[in-house]
T-cell receptor
Framework: GENVEQHPSTLSVQEGDSAVIKCTYS??????FPWYKQELGKRPQLIIDIRSNVGEKKDQRIAVTLNKTAKHFSLHITETQPEDSAVYFCAVRSGGGADGLTFGKGTHLIIQP | ETGVTQTPRHLVMGMTNKKSLKCEQH?????MYWYKQSAKKPLELMFV???????ENNSVPSRFSPECPNSSHLFLHLHTLQPEDSALYLCASSPDRHYGYTFGSGTRLTVV
């Protein structure tokens, strides 16, 4: 089955700086790559996603890049703010008819004031 | 409220009890999912339903039994659970398999 590795497990950045979280996956036929944000005690929420026919997608301060050859994708957050503090999960939908998403272990992002 | 409602929010049950978790969505989605979230582990896919048909069972023990009577409702029936089954159980839905999920708030389950 699909194997998703997410790094780092914890990331601390100064407010206003950028944060980058990276995920690698194993199935070259994977075709959908969403990112979720989960604040403490709350449900995971979709923040951005990318499909395999696109290399980059941006939504205000958040961007995702995909390198299909290397089988990795990254979440970029610029001008970080205190409300960005949360756990971020990457996910992958494999090819071959799989219906469910496989998630990474999560990155705890801490924004230092 | 995101449109996916889970009940109860918290549940404490003994190992010999039988209980059910309920999930309801009013988003018109056709796919529904059960995930288990434990500390320091990734979200684990348990079951997938597409148009009321179960399409994935991710090697889940038989003490967990899903039911999907229609596209809007999903249940997880629990019996003779173990303490290691204590976790947050999240329901999610999506328009179909090509889109991301909307999650419910989860049921915090404690098995004693």
């Amino acid at each position: 089955g699909e194997n998703v590795e997410q790094h780092p497990s914890t990331l601390s950045v100064q407010e206003g700086d950028s944060a980058v979280i990276k995920c690698t996956y194993s199935d070259s036929a994977s075709n959908y790559f969403p990112w979720y944000k989960q604040e403490l005690g709350k449900r995971p929420q979709l923040i951005i996603d990318i499909r395999s026919n696109v290399g980059e997608k941006k939504d205000q301060r958040i961007a995702v890049t995909l390198n299909k050859t290397a089988k990795h994708f990254s979440l970029h957050i610029t001008e970080t703010q205190p409300e960005d503090s949360a756990v971020y999960f990457c996910a992958v939908r494999s090819g071959g008819g799989a219906d469910g998403l496989t998630f990474g272990k999560g990155t705890h992002l801490i924004i230092q004031p | 409220e995101t449109g996916v409602t889970q009940t109860p929010r918290h549940l404490v049950m003994g190992m010999t009890n039988k209980k059910s978790l309920k999930c309801e969505q009013h988003l018109g989605h056709n796919a529904m999912y059960w995930y288990k979230q434990s500390a320091k582990k990734p979200l684990e896919l348990m079951f997938v339903y597409n148009f009321k048909e179960q399409t994935e069972n991710n090697s889940v023990p038989s003490r967990f039994s899903p039911e999907c009577p229609n596209s809007s409702h999903l249940f997880l029936h629990l019996h003779t659970l173990q303490p290691e089954d204590s976790a947050l159980y999240l329901c999610a839905s999506s328009p179909d398999r090509h889109y991301g999920y909307t999650f419910g708030s989860g049921t915090r389950l404690t098995v004693v």
